[in-house]
């Protein structure tokens, strides 16, 4: 059975930085590639970050650009977010996920709440 749990939520002041992480079980981690989203409240689930399973290649939402930076270990099957210059509107539910092989799992999430 698949399990992927984050962690690292919580609150931070506009500007701050958090680092979530989501450590994975029961599947071939490095044959996944590695995903993060995001929900507010009110709105739809959203990309935010994804790392590739060959060669990590990562891709962003530009709303994200040059603040976030995802990585992966596939010797702790683990992915983590790098959050810096962290706004207002980061205000969600991150969500990692991990697809491939014709499969997706997601994880429950985690808050991130920015606000002074």
């Known amino acids: 059975q698949v399990h992927l749990v984050e962690s690292g939520g919580g609150l931070v002041q506009p500007g701050g930085s958090l680092r979530l992480s989501c450590a994975a079980s029961g599947l071939t981690f490095s044959r996944y590639a590695m995903s993060w989203y995001r929900q507010a409240p009110g709105k739809e689930r959203e990309f935010v970050a994804r790392i590739f399973s060959v060669a990590g290649g990562t891709g962003y939402a530009d709303s994200v650009k040059d603040r976030f930076t995802i990585y992966r270990d596939n010797a702790t099957n683990t992915v983590s977010l790098q959050m810096n210059s962290l706004k207002l509107e980061d205000t969600a539910v991150y969500y990692c996920?991990?697809?491939?092989?014709?499969?997706?799992?997601w994880g429950q999430g985690t808050q991130v709440t920015v606000s002074s």
């Open positions: 996920k991990a697809w491939g092989l014709g499969s997706e799992y």
